[in-house]
């Protein structure tokens, strides 16, 4: 295979407040953004092969984003870049305890109007792991482009990757949102949800009970992460909670996806099926996905904030 892992998502600017002006006006930082981008630059941090399938608009912001994922390390010929449409932003506020809001300029973004005619299928069929998040599912025609992608990767082989990244001002409703984000979960292999996603995906709040009505569902592995106190993986012998690594906080920014992108790379190297592993398996990708997030976590920004394997291990070694 080419790549380790291929993305199709969302690549947009997250506009996070770094000081006041002397004015006293918030200053925003431009920072490279998407869930599907982060989680790929964590695999690639880590030694990995990636690729990303998406559209930036022909702008500023879209030039940086396609630089960024470039200096990654990340496959780029799968980004189109689009004149006609604004590259997608995000505002984001931080709380004391560093937990996020968003506000997003994307009426419509780049991101939304991929489509499928633009989807770079050789990219799928190259690739071992195919990965999405649930943001491409919330407009025509990304969603179309979504979901051909998916019957792609499903008929090349590739093992189906999902992390739902629910966020509420994106969907019309909650109830659009939860269908949606339910609607392309037979697809997959392998899923990560947050704690905070639980209900919306199964109507389950318990992790436990979450992550058992997804792999009745045919999920082969399910990891639940629970932030500061790691995660919750299962898989058709059970689950466990694993913990999470003590961490200086200062941008929970890519934490999800890092931890994400820390599990596919061990799930590459292993050279298994997701089915073929054990949840002992299972339990220790997940710690080093909690290492990962444990470390991404205490520099600003998801992408520029991905540590080295020598990072991971000196952490794991603690």
């Not at 008929?155 to 909650?174: E, F, H, Q, T, V």
């Amino acid at each position: 295979m080419k790549y380790d892992v291929a993305a199709l998502g969302e690549l947009l600017i997250d506009f996070t407040p770094q000081a006041k002006s002397e004015a006293g006006m918030n200053v925003f930082e431009q920072n490279p953004g998407g869930a599907p981008g982060n989680a790929l630059a964590a695999v690639n941090k880590l030694g990995g092969k990636t690729a990303f399938i998406g559209k930036v608009g022909k702008d500023m912001h879209g030039e940086f984003m396609v630089k960024t994922l470039k200096d990654a390390g990340i496959e780029t010929k799968g980004v189109i870049v689009d004149d006609s449409v604004f590259t997608t932003l995000a505002f984001v506020s931080l709380s004391e305890s560093g937990e996020r809001e968003f506000s997003f300029a994307r009426k419509p973004g780049a991101d939304t109007c991929l489509t499928k005619e633009e989807v770079d299928v050789d990219i799928i069929k190259d690739s071992a792991i195919f990965h999405v998040g649930s943001l491409s599912l919330t407009d025509e025609p990304v969603k179309s482009a979504t979901i051909f992608a998916l019957e792609e990767a499903k008929k090349a082989g590739c093992i189906m990757s999902y992390d739902p990244n629910y966020r509420a001002m994106l969907w019309p409703s909650k109830e659009a949102a939860v269908a949606g984000m339910r609607s392309v979960v037979e697809y997959m292999d392998v899923m990560k949800i947050s704690d905070e996603e639980t209900a919306l995906l199964t109507d389950i709040e318990d992790p436990k009970g979450a992550a058992q009505a997804l792999l009745d569902k045919g999920l082969k592995i399910v990891a639940v992460t629970l932030g500061k106190d790691g995660a919750y993986i299962a898989t058709k012998e059970g689950g466990a909670v694993v913990a999470g690594f003590t961490s200086k906080v200062v941008d929970t920014t890519g934490a999800g996806d890092s931890f994400w992108g820390g599990f596919l790379s061990q799930l590459i190297k292993s050279g298994k099926r997701p089915e073929e592993v054990t949840l002992e398996e299972a339990k220790t990708f997940a710690r080093f996905g909690n290492a990962v997030a444990s470390l991404c976590v205490e520099k600003r920004g998801g992408i520029p904030g991905m540590p080295t394997m020598e990072e991971v291990q000196n952490r794991l070694a603690q």
